[in-house]
């Protein structure tokens, strides 16, 4: 059975934002950003990890 070629490789591919460290974030990209590293942050402490400084500080961010 051939795939068609729009689809992904893997039915759950990593699908990740990619934001140049040259340019600012847009508004959207921002809040997703910072929802993610507060997920990032809970995760880490119930898995009793280290987080990232640069990762808790974008976490306090506002949405």
């Given at each position: 059975?051939?795939?068609?070629?729009?689809e992904?490789?893997?039915?759950g591919a990593n699908?990740?934002?990619?934001?140049?460290?040259?340019?600012v974030p847009t508004?959207?990209?921002?809040?997703?950003l910072v929802a993610a590293a507060r997920l990032r942050v809970t995760l880490d402490e119930r898995l009793g990890r280290?987080?990232?400084?640069?990762?808790k500080a974008l976490a306090k961010d506002a949405l």
């Open positions: 059975m051939s795939k068609h070629p729009s992904p490789e893997a039915a699908r990740r934002i990619r934001v140049s460290i040259y340019s508004a959207r990209q921002h809040r997703v280290a987080t990232p400084a640069e990762t």
